[in-house]
Each structure stands twice: as C-alpha cells, then as structure tokens.
C-alpha cells in the first residue's frame, strides 16, 4: 500500500485525548432549558496506544463515551473509555468478564449508544453489544442472554409504538447477514438469516410499521486485504446494489430485492409505509466509497440526501434529491421513527480529499421542500444533531437539537442546544466543556439518566 506520511484522522479534532475527566458546573452561555434533564452520550474512536499512522483507520479506534449531564439548568462532563477486552489489555487493567468475541474480532464498541429496556449498550458492527452504565463505567460485552453469537448492528431502531429494539448483523461468512427483534423487556425473540451473495458492509437499515428495508451495496469485505489496507473493504461496483423490502415478520424467502445503480448509504434518516403499499426512505448517498480514501468515512464524491419511493410490486425505486449539499449523520424526533416524518437534521461534512470535517447544521422541512441552515460560525464544527423531545411535546419539532460542537479557536468543544423550532436562531445555551471531543461518530439523549 501506498506510505501514509499522515493520517488525517489522528490530528486536528480527529486525534485522541489522552486522560479521562470529570468536570462539574460548566460555564454556559445563554441558559438550558430547565425541563432538559438527562445525559447526552457521545461515543467515538480514540485510541489508547499510539497506532501506526499508516495502518489506523478511523473506524477501528478504541471506543470512548462523553457524557454531558444537564440537571436543572447546570451541565457536567465526563469522559471515560469503554473497557472492552481490547482497552482493557492496553489500559493495563484486568480483562472483562463476558461472552468470547464475535470471529476474533476484538471489539472497540466505538460507532453508537443506544438505550434500550433500562439498559445502554455502546456499538460497533464486528461484535456483540457492550452494556454501560450511566456513569460511564463498563459491565461488559453481552450475548443477550446467550441468544446472540453474531455481530450487532450501531444503528438498531427502536419501534416507538410497540418498544420493540429491531435489529441485524452482518458477517464475513454465510448467510452473511441476520434479522433480529428484542422485545420491549430486553429479550432476544427472534432470528432470521438472510441470505445475501456475499459479505458486505451494512452499517444501516430502514424500518417501517411493517417492513425492513435492506441495502446490499458494493462495499465488499476482501479478506486478502486484511493486513494490507487499514480497512479490509472496497469498492466493487461489478457485486451490484439492491435494496430488499421484507415484511417485520418475515424472513428470508420474503424479501423482495430490487435492483439500483451502485452507490454507499451509511445512514437513514427514517423509513415508513405509505398508503399506497409503497416504502419510503430517506438516506444519505455517496456516489462511491472507498474507492480513494482508504483511512476513514471513504467517499471521493461528497453525499447528498436522498429520498427514495420503493414500490415492492412494480420493483421500481424513485429517487429523488432532498439536498445536495454534502451531509451526514441524519436524525430524526425518534417518536416518528418508522412513521412519516416531516423534519430531519443533519451535520454538513466536508469529503474528497484527504479528510472528513464537519460544518454547521442542516434542518429539513420533507414534506415543504425547505432546508434551514444553522450556523455554528467560523472555525467551528458541529457533530451529530441529536434529538430531544421536548416534555409538552406539542409537535414533531418541539424539542432541542443538541450538537458536539469543536471550537478551533480556543481548542476545545462546546455542547449546543438548539430550540428546534427556531432554528436558524443562536443556540438557547453553549455548555463550554472544558476540553476538545474528538471528532466521532453517535450519540443519544437519555432522559432523566445521570452521571452519578
Ligand atoms: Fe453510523
């Protein structure tokens, strides 16, 4: 492979920090809404031993969870890894107890966390789930009860009616992909394979009332590059894309693929049905990926949301241009997950060279056409737009999105809260962490949880 000089994803924003802290009573600007009472979660990759700067990938980083707690009106940070086998050996701490890891794959836990049946697990699409804490603190990888033996997915979906956890795992041998439903107390009730013809990276998945939405996209996993490239898929365009329409309660011989040009979808945004029988979802696209970049997100072409209208009978899927303006990391008012939506927010990201970056935030009126834009100002760059609720909760857009924000100019991060329904507007508070937060990737609003 090619000599790496640099790695673009171990300096800047993108390097790791080194000690983990606990800072209570952060400066604020502007005041936080009182009724906003929980714990924001960030999980990202910062490595603990210095990598080889030729062999890292973005995506393989040691997982490490932020936690901002915001508790009437005043705001706390902490930062702690996630003590999954790998950290622990290089932490020098005593291994974690726990199920053996999913085809060796050391788990790094580092890509989403999620809160489910009064547990939270931080994700990472090689491995078994890892149950944390709220303070932070590790309990270690989980099987679900001994139900679980193959990789599980960053980006479940939880049925905000039924309180069902929908979702999958993909894999390096056949039948390279599965389904799954955890019931609303925490239980693994169902399994089903699902057959594709070869092993690819699925990092996402639409989920309606009634169906699941599959991509079968040309990032296909080389085992002749593992050792040889940071990370062991490319680009294959000849393998072709389909998106496959399965009923919630079927299974493999039920899929219904229907063929698309090649592209990369990371993320969707939602999913829902239609009252015509069709499907809508919503996603971000990348023309190809990578195809150059071989250290981190992987796209020579910046991405556009999408949304496409798949109707299962004609196998037909419309595609239509939301936005082109490159962007990522899309969110949703999770109580409209798997239903029609009408708003959507995003992270502006920067692709096609060397690196990935963010920039300021986008909102997304789907149903009038509208995109606003909120601006996080010069030399500053917003992460993920995470949803939260508002307790009166008098519409899809009534609540806050909140936002890792780096500040280059003084080096560190601020947490912004923004009043969804005014959007464009200044952020009702910026909470001053009193350190930067590497660029990462997901995160998640807990209400009520805490840092204690
Ligand atoms: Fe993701």
Redesign the pocket.
């Known amino acids: 492979m090619a000599e790496a000089p640099t790695n673009p994803y171990l300096v800047g924003n993108f390097a790791p920090v080194r000690d983990e802290r606990d800072d209570a009573g952060l400066s604020v600007t502007g005041a936080i809404p009182p009724e906003l009472d929980g714990l924001l979660l960030r999980n990202g990759p910062n490595p603990i031993l210095d990598p080889d700067p030729a062999a890292y990938h973005w995506f393989l980083g040691d997982g490490m969870l932020h936690g901002i707690e915001l508790s009437n009106g005043h705001a706390r940070y902490r930062n702690h890894w996630i003590r999954t086998r790998a950290a622990c050996e290089a932490l020098g701490e005593p291994a974690p107890a726990g199920p053996p890891e999913v085809n060796g794959i050391p788990s790094s836990a580092n890509?989403?966390v999620i809160a489910h049946a009064g547990r939270i697990y931080a994700l990472v699409e090689s491995s078994l789930p890892t149950e944390v804490h709220a303070d932070l603190s590790t309990v270690g990888a989980t099987d679900l009860g001994g139900r679980l033996t193959t990789p599980f997915t960053?980006?479940p979906k939880t049925d905000p009616t039924t309180g069902e956890l929908v979702f999958f795992g993909y894999d390096l041998s056949p039948p390279y992909l599965r389904y799954h439903v955890v019931d609303p107390g925490g239980v693994l009730v169902r399994t089903e394979a699902i057959e594709l013809p070869g092993s690819v990276m699925i990092?996402?998945f639409g989920v309606t009332a009634t169906q699941v939405v599959w991509l079968d996209l040309p990032v296909v996993f080389d085992a002749n590059l593992a050792g040889r490239q940071p990370f062991p898929f490319t680009w294959q365009p000849e393998h072709g894309a389909r998106v496959g329409v399965m009923p919630r309660s079927g299974g493999n011989t039920d899929v219904t693929w229907i063929d698309l040009e090649p592209c990369y979808v990371?993320?969707v945004l939602n999913a829902y049905d239609t009252a015509d029988g069709n499907v809508v979802i919503d996603v971000v696209r990348y023309p190809d990926m990578f195809a150059t970049d071989l250290y981190g997100i992987g796209a020579s072409v910046p991405p556009r949301l999408d949304r496409w209208t798949i109707d299962p009978s004609a196998r037909t899927v419309a595609i239509e241009t939301v936005d082109d303006a490159s962007q990522d990391f899309p969110r949703i008012n999770d109580r409209y997950a798997g239903r029609e939506h009408r708003y959507g927010y995003t992270s502006e990201i920067k692709v096609g060279k060397s690196s990935a970056d963010h920039g300021s935030l986008r909102k997304h009126d789907l149903v009038h056409g509208r995109t606003e834009r909120h601006d996080v100002g010069p030399r500053r760059a917003a992460g993920e737009p995470v949803f939260a609720t508002a307790v009166s909760d008098t519409g899809e857009d009534s609540g806050w999105v909140l936002s890792v924000v780096y500040d280059a100019g003084r080096d560190a991060s601020d947490v912004i809260i923004v009043d969804a329904t005014n959007f464009k507007a200044a952020p009702v508070a910026t909470i001053h962490l009193p350190r930067r937060v590497p660029f990462g990737?997901?995160g998640a609003w807990i209400p009520g949880a805490s840092l204690d």
């Open positions: 890509t989403h960053p980006h990092h996402d990371y993320h990737f997901h």
